[in-house]
């Protein structure tokens, strides 16, 4: 069974920064397609990026130029790292794994920005 356990979310305020990270277990960073989604209370859950195992990336347009997302295969991790902070990015951020038709989801971890 795949786990996918969240890090560094927290509170901060407009125009900072945060960097989130997801921990993977049975080394499936390097095959899988990892992603970052989020869900504000109210809204669907939407993709915020994405990184296929050939290293290439996909991003929301509401986040590009500000989120960079990167992996590191030799550690198991996915990292998100979040620049310029606008309140509209407060939400519930996930890691997700996804081999087809295998998808995997962690528990979320809590982004909040103040304005």
């Known amino acids: 069974q795949v786990q996918l356990v969240e890090s560094g979310g927290g509170l901060v305020q407009a125009g900072g920064s945060l960097r989130l990270s997801c921990a993977a277990s049975n080394n499936i960073v390097r095959t899988y397609t990892m992603g970052w989604y989020r869900q504000a209370p109210g809204k669907q859950r939407e993709l915020v990026a994405a990184i296929t195992s050939g290293g290439n990336t996909n991003y929301a347009d509401s986040v590009k130029g500000r989120f960079t997302i990167s992996r590191d295969n030799a550690k198991n991790t996915v990292g998100l790292q979040m620049n310029i902070l606008k309140p509209e990015d407060t939400a519930v951020y996930y890691c997700?794994?996804?081999?087809?038709?295998?998808?995997?989801w962690g528990r979320g971890t809590q982004v909040t920005v103040s304005s």
């Open positions: 997700n794994a996804r081999w087809d038709p295998q998808n995997y």
